[in-house]
């Protein structure tokens, strides 16, 4: 079993920053593809950042590139999300969730695990 758990959302004024972090626990996630997924009230769940499991292949939604960054640090066992320039649209519940494999995938279907979210409201 593997526990993921999302710290780092809150209420910001469009045009800040705030940084995600998610924390596993149970097993190591260190040799699997990573997710940053959203899901804003009245909208289907999307994949806003995601990353293969040796950090070396980052891809972006596009409403989000060049704004968000995901990273990871395996010796930690942690994924980021470091948010810039945010905007209203932005607003959504923020989920991690853990891949079986080693490369990354927009697809929800091929994450295993998922944290409870953290919620981000970015005010205009």
């Known amino acids: 079993q593997v526990q993921l758990v999302e710290s780092g959302g809150g209420l910001v004024q469009a045009g800040g920053s705030l940084r995600l972090s998610c924390a596993a626990s149970g097993r190591t996630v260190g040799s699997y593809a990573m997710g940053w997924s959203r899901q804003a009230p009245g909208k289907e769940r999307e994949f806003a950042a995601t990353i293969s499991a040796s950090g070396g292949l980052t891809n972006y939604a596009d409403s989000v590139k060049g704004r968000f960054t995901i990273s990871r640090d395996n010796a930690k066992n942690t994924v980021y999300l470091q948010m810039n320039s945010l905007k209203p649209e932005d607003t959504a519940v923020y989920y991690c969730?853990?891949?079986?494999?080693?490369?990354?995938?927009?697809?929800?279907?091929?994450?295993?695990?998922w944290g409870q979210g953290t919620q981000v409201t970015v005010s205009s």
């Open positions: 969730a853990r891949s079986p494999y080693s490369t990354a995938s927009a697809n929800r279907q091929l994450y295993d695990y």
